[in-house]
């Protein structure tokens, strides 16, 4: 069923985008805000509770004081499109995750709760909307995050392709990232190092990823991953046998590739806590 377009004049199709952070302007305190770019203004949004559709969840890079940052988009449908950004290791992003981890059906309207915390954090607490009731589960040191995002995006998207009566609105799909931006997003979540990216160009005669060959591209990758991995497991065998499992072939599966390498790094990380 389609929603009745409303004729005249009208704000651009555009999401609104709602930045989750404790703080005060003017006097006037908030937990999540607008941001004015032409005025490099925070504009305090008053209301601490959005209500709508959850459409997607994606990893993105921005950069921010001259340093990339991975953030976790929370794309909402309602009477606009909403995207609630924060980072991705964010009590935000980890509260909203553990809670949407519980729910199986997505095609029924969520609240997403922007709740203050002590000094400048920010929780969220998820509530269905139909009930008002809250979705609540335990928190634990052992949580797979990447397994989280990706268990919900691939619910999210059976969701969409699937037929459904519910009036949501349509969410325009993002573009395929290009190379340079995958090479970019990826050695960001692994805080590699970008001179060594440069110099590893360099010997390809090339200087941006996109001029490889698609093969080359994946080496790449490999590497820096492979290179993050060198002190965080002893056996180095170990470390590229479950690469090639829980990355190459997940990806091959249609995993989301940073979701997949993110988890691939938890798992090392634990391996070895368990080992100390």
């Not at 449908?77 to 980072?87: I, K, P, Q």
């Not at 929780?123 to 989280?148: G, M, P, V």
């Not at 009566?165 to 349509?170: D, G, W």
């Amino acid at each position: 069923m389609l929603t009745e377009i409303k004729l005249g004049l009208c704000n651009p199709p555009e999401p609104i985008y709602l930045y989750v952070n404790q703080g005060e302007v003017d006097g006037e305190s908030f937990v999540w805000y607008k941001f004015n770019i032409s005025q490099e203004k925070k504009i305090p949004v008053p209301q601490r509770a959005l209500t709508g559709y959850l459409s997607e969840l994606r990893l993105i890079t921005k950069e921010f004081k001259g340093k990339d940052n991975l953030k976790l988009d929370i794309v909402i449908s309602a009477d606009e499109l909403y995207v609630v950004r924060t980072g991705i290791e964010t009590n935000f992003a980890k509260s909203f995750l553990l809670a949407a981890s519980l729910i199986q059906d997505f095609s029924k309207p969520l609240i997403i709760v922007a709740t203050a915390g002590d000094e400048n954090t920010v929780f969220c607490n998820l509530y269905d909307a139909a009930t008002k009731t809250k979705i609540y589960r335990e928190w634990s040191r052992d949580l797979d995050w990447a397994t989280i995002i990706r268990d919900i995006q691939s619910l999210l998207d059976s969701a969409s392709s699937s037929v459904s009566s519910t009036p949501k609105l349509s969410v325009v799909s993002q573009p395929v990232p290009t190379q340079d931006l995958r090479i970019k997003n990826i050695r960001t979540l692994l805080d590699y190092p970008l001179d060594l990216v440069k110099e590893w160009l360099e010997f390809q005669d090339v200087d941006r990823p996109s001029l490889l060959h698609i093969s080359k591209i994946n080496e790449l990758v490999k590497t820096m991953c492979l290179a993050w991995a060198a002190d965080k497991c002893d056996h180095p065998n170990y470390a590229e046998s479950l690469y090639q499992k829980q990355v190459v072939d997940a990806v091959v599966s249609g995993a989301d590739e940073l979701t997949a390498i993110n988890g691939w790094m938890q798992q090392l990380q634990t391996a070895k806590a368990g080992a100390v």
